[in-house]
């Protein structure tokens, strides 16, 4: 097989690859680039380094951040608590701790776990061990203690660098070397980032031979995280996602996201093209993300839809004294947009509001710009360029357009299979002619666009008929009262399956407080008598993970 010019899935078939266009497409990737400013004059040395850089270290966050350095090393790079620190600055600090990490142990095909908030710590790490041609295990930073410990001892990590934080919960790991990626505290016995990024030299260190992947963990709602790793994604990637977002160069970006998810570093990755000013907050607060973006006036904003949620339900006075006027597009992925949240999103902040759909193992597979929501809200959009979304029977077969089946994709990022330890063989999702599973159900609409219709594993068989949980909590979400809401399957007497759904009721004024009878009456109102829930249970939060993912094994343990 010949492989593309931009990469294509391990695997692929021609016939997927003449589709995905790899091969021969090069009007689209130049349309984009120059749209955006990306390409743009430099002077035959400067594009003489950054080639260098390139081939040396990669595409990933070593060449990336080095190239960044050469092109515009005076450019504020990253803001965050403790200040700015500029595109050349962050070359400089990775070359010392670097070094340092090579003191350590961590070596070419060694791995580094990162624990670490959104701050210039876990930006410094991440480039660091990529130039010493370790992978980077990163680490959820809502993992629990034995959650932690299992992922440690399976992935093996030479050295883990975590904010002071989660001390107490690495206690009992076996990790030979840990660093401090945020200190709170003077008195801790360990070094920090800091202080060794201080303590060795700072010029440019040898490429190694090792170009480092990146391993970033499943969002373990159903089970134990498991490592979806990737290597270089390249330039096709970034092509793909901005042929339908409209992101520019030297844009300042506030990523509310966590680091550590696809999504969040998603957008790390294309500061890197973008010369972006990346702008960081540790944590997440939906007064404080505004005030950021205001105050940093920002372009464009990084969120997953939880935090989309808990910004549009502060007091009114407190948005209207946030207006954005900077900001451009706000780009949400990590869960569907539940209800109307889009159309919410919209009318308070405007038009600019980009949803993309994917999964950690498939990355991205649609997008749904603005128009797409305006028209249809509760559409994933279309896929973005490069990237191939098929609709498939349980035998593998495509199916006629308007009919369901599972959701299969295929582009330049699909990962390469389940780490899960030495010894140990690796799993992986089912591919089919080159185009793997996200895991989801779903159908191309007669606009073209694509509806996912929830998780393969998740629908139920409710008097003969399919039913789908979200189909339900989008009903729900629709109440004026309902603030958030999700649903599970449970045994039904008469149905043999039902959905019990868990409600967060609003205490907005002039709402009424409705009872379980009046949103089942929501329900059967607004869809087919078989899917109003059994029961509806009233909760005063939802559990999530800190990506914002509902847990819902933990709703289905709940009395």
């Known amino acids: 097989m010949t492989p593309s010019p931009l990469g294509s899935p391990p695997g692929i078939s021609r016939a997927v690859q003449r589709t995905l266009g790899l091969a021969t497409t090069v009007g689209t990737p130049a349309r984009v680039l120059g749209g955006s400013g990306v390409l743009r004059p430099l002077s035959p040395a400067v594009l003489a380094r950054i080639g260098k850089a390139l081939k040396d270290w990669g595409t990933g966050p070593a060449g990336g951040f080095t190239a960044m350095a050469l092109r515009d090393p005076y450019r504020v790079g990253l803001v965050d ?47 660091a061990t990529a130039k010493c041609g370790a992978d ?7 993992f629990a203690g034995p959650q932690l410990v299992d992922v440690l001892e399976r992935e093996g990590p030479r050295v883990v660098i975590h904010d002071q934080e989660f001390t107490g919960l690495l206690e009992s790991a076996q990790v ?33 031979d090792h170009h480092a992947r990146i391993v970033i963990l499943t969002s373990g709602t159903t089970g134990t995280p498991k490592g979806a790793p990737r290597s270089e994604a390249g330039l096709g990637a970034a092509v793909s996602l901005m042929s339908r977002m409209p992101l520019r160069y030297g844009w300042r970006t506030h990523i509310a996201a966590p680091l550590f998810h696809t999504w969040g570093f998603a957008h790390l990755a294309l500061a890197m093209l ?18 950021a973006v205001r105050d940093e006036r920002c372009d464009s904003l990084v969120v997953i839809p939880v935090m989309l949620q808990r910004i549009l339900a502060l007091p009114q006075e407190t948005l209207d004294d946030h207006p954005l006027p900077t900001l451009k597009v706000t780009a949400a992925s990590g869960s569907a947009l539940p209800g109307d ?15 993309i759909y994917g999964s950690t193992e498939v990355a991205y ?65 089912e591919v089919v002619d080159g185009l793997m599973s996200s895991g989801d159900v779903g159908r191309y609409g007669d606009d073209g666009r694509l509806y996912v219709e929830g998780r393969d594993d998740e629908m139920i068989v409710s008097g003969g008929e399919n039913v789908f949980p979200q189909e339900v909590e989008d009903c729900l979400a629709r109440h004026d009262a309902v603030v958030e809401v999700a649903a599970i399957g449970v045994d039904d007497d008469h149905f043999g399956k039902r959905l019990r759904a868990f409600v967060v009721i609003g205490d907005a004024s002039g709402v009424s407080r409705p009872s379980e009878d009046d949103l089942k009456a929501w329900v059967k109102a607004n869809l087919a008598r078989y899917k109003v829930p059994r029961e509806i249970v ?12 509902i847990l819902k094994r933990e709703l289905a343990q709940h009395d």
């Open 176 to 208: 030979e070397t840990r660093l401090l990626g945020w200190v709170d505290s003077d008195d801790t016995g360990m070094d920090s980032l800091e202080s060794l990024i201080a303590s060795y030299d700072d010029s440019d260190v040898p490429a190694p």
């Open 274 to 291: 973008l010369g972006s000013t990346v702008v960081l907050r540790r944590r997440f607060e939906p007064e404080e993300c505004l005030r």
């Open 538 to 549: 009233f909760l005063d939060e939802l559990p999530r993970n800190a990506t914002g993912k």
């Open 341 to 355: 949240l889009a159309l919410s999103w919209m009318d308070t902040f405007g038009d600019n509001l980009y949803n």
């Open 136 to 142: 980077v295990l990163l680490l959820n930073t809502a």
């Open 365 to 429: 597979a649609s997008i749904a710009t603005p128009r797409d929501l305006r028209e249809a809200p509760t559409s994933a959009g279309r896929p973005p360029w490069a990237t191939v979304v098929r609709i498939l029977d349980a035998d593998g077969h495509e199916v006629a357009p308007g009919e369901s089946g599972r959701i299969f994709v295929g582009n330049g990022l699909l990962f390469e299979g389940y780490t899960a330890g030495p010894g140990t063989e690796v799993e992986s999702k």
């Open 81 to 127: 608590e403790l200040g700015s620190l500029t595109y050349g600055e962050l070359h400089r600090r990775s070359n010392a701790l670097a070094r340092a990490l090579g003191e350590r142990g961590a070596s070419e095909g060694d791995s580094v776990a990162v624990m670490c908030r959104n701050h210039r710590g876990f930006v410094d790490a991440l480039v």
